[in-house]
């Protein structure tokens, strides 16, 4: 018989607070976003090339905790946008991704979609970056327990 006081609780779940959470922000994105003509997991690719320059397409996928399959088809729908290119490198199994003069020319329109997110948080720039440095702790403990999946999709 269980406890009526263990039970387990939606309202009382981690993981419950942060999927709406998550859910929340992405919706916050969306219409910004699309009005760029990005979805949300394409913005990710983006911002991991503005700030670390061309990449492989497996650090790429590394970097944003995705597994390989998952980053063809971004990087596939950026290409056809225009923003990204993608090369051979001297390893051709190698295949390099790099923004293009549009793909670097969109960043300054997406950043004023992200800061109007940002405002909708109601977070201080010092606020913001607790909750981050304390959101990356979290996922740096549970990873670090066996608990992160080995083939994420987004």
Known sequence: MVDRNRRLRLDDQLCFSLYA??????????????????TYPQYLVMLALWQDG???????????????SAITPLVDKLEAAGLVTRARAADRRVVLVALTEAGRRLEDRVAAAQQAVVCRTGLTEEGLA????ELKALADRVAAQGGEPQDETI
């Open 21 to 38: 959470a998550t859910n929340a922000v992405v919706r916050a994105y969306r219409p910004l976003l699309g009005d760029l003509g990005l």
């Open 54 to 68: 061309a990449a492989p397409a497996h650090a790429l996928a590394a970097r944003l905790k995705l597994g390989a």
């Open 130 to 133: 607790d909750l981050r440095q």
